[in-house]
Nanobody, 122 residues
Framework: VQLQASGGGLVQPGGSLRLSCAAS????????IGWFRQAPGKELEAVAC????????FYRDSVKGRFSISRDDAKNTAYLQMNSLKPEDTAVYYC????????????????RGQGTQVTVSS
């Protein structure tokens, strides 16, 4: 498995970015694909998860209503649309395969690719 995240950058508060995750295999073959992030000095945290079996999506509370995860199986690519960005969203974002955990709205990763830096600052 190879996952390559891209699309990060510097954006002002309130702005938007769309991250892409190109997978080496078919995205539909994975139980789930999702996004993690890690801010400086903080632990890695799950941000969003897309379950392959039923297409359900899960988000951590702090990004609900602002972030949206999607997947294009024809392109073997997953996306994270991030709107209304806040300075606290600043982090390195990673895409990963694994399992969505519905009860906790989180994800257990099996494999995580290289990240892309997102900086939200004026």
């Amino acid at each position: 498995v190879q996952l390559q995240a891209s699309g990060g950058g510097l954006v002002q508060p309130g702005g938007s970015l769309r991250l892409s995750c190109a997978a080496s295999g078919s995205t539909s073959d994975y139980y789930a694909i999702g996004w993690f992030r890690q801010a400086p000095g903080k632990e890695l945290e799950a941000v969003a998860c897309f379950a392959s079996n039923d297409g359900r999506t899960f988000y951590r509370d702090s990004v609900k209503g602002r972030f949206s995860i999607s997947r294009d199986d024809a392109k073997n690519t997953a996306y994270l649309q991030m709107n209304s960005l806040k300075p606290e969203d600043t982090a390195v974002y990673y895409c990963a395969t694994g399992y969505c955990i519905a009860s906790t709205q989180t994800m257990i990763e099996s494999y995580r690719g290289q990240g892309t830096q997102v900086t939200v600052s004026s």
